[in-house]
T-cell receptor, first 109, second 116 residues
């Protein structure tokens, strides 16, 4: 099983749609979870941390299920500017972050 | 907003040559990292650095790699004898606390390394 596994994508959705991304991780000792976004040939940028109780930041909602080792990201009311690759990131140890391969999202007018 | 800065943005080097990639982390951050991303592949952890020493490293970070924080502001990655497969985007990142304590890392915009 891969350390961090994501939906393969790509997702092509119209503006205003709701889209959900899933991610599973293999290390049950992982404690910290993040969603980053990466635009083409750019650096990863932090979108949000993921907390045990779930958390929301505007149109973005993240959920964590430790028992299933599963993380999700929901984007509501998609904008053109949401088009990017979304990276699920999980810690291995104190410092080591492991990235999923990413799910590409294209939001179309 | 403070940023992690990396130089150069693009480095072209002959195979077998040494290369040094430079980074200036965010000033009050304590933890520093290097990652690489081969074109079309996922971001891969190389090494973390805290209190002037390596704290963790991946299996990719072999003897040809080294890191240094020579002057309290710069953080460098040296690749001693470059190979073709070292061609990638190299990202520096810094953080205020450990990632295990849910402190995120902030990334620079990368150095694209091309080995000929």
């Amino acid at each position: 099983r891969k350390e961090v596994e994501q939906d393969p994508g790509p997702f092509n959705v119209p503006e205003g749609a709701t889209v959900a991304f899933n991610c599973t991780y293999s290390n049950s000792a992982s404690q910290s979870f993040f969603w980053y976004r990466q635009d083409c040939r750019k650096e990863p940028k932090l979108l949000m941390s993921v907390y045990s109780s779930g958390n929301e930041d505007g149109r973005f909602t993240a959920q964590l299920n430790r028992a299933s080792q599963y993380i999700s990201l929901l984007i509501r009311d998609s904008k053109l500017s949401d088009s990017a690759t979304y990276l699920c990131v999980v810690n291995i140890g104190r410092h080591d972050m492991r990235f999923g391969a990413g799910t590409r999202l294209t939001v179309k007018p | 907003e403070p940023e992690v800065t990396q130089t150069p943005s693009h480095q072209v080097t002959q195979m077998g040559q040494e290369v040094i990639l430079r980074c200036v982390p965010i000033s009050n951050h304590l933890y520093f990292y290097w990652y690489r991303q081969i074109l079309g592949q996922k971001v891969e952890f190389l090494v973390s650095f805290y209190n002037n020493e390596i704290s963790e490293k991946s299996e990719i970070f072999d003897d040809q790699f080294s890191v240094e924080r020579p002057d309290g502001s710069n953080f460098t990655l040296k690749i001693r004898s470059t190979k073709l497969e070292d061609s990638a985007m190299y990202f520096c990142a810094s953080g205020w606390g450990t990632v295990a304590s849910n402190q995120p890392q902030h990334f620079g915009d990368g150095t694209r390394l091309s080995i000929l």
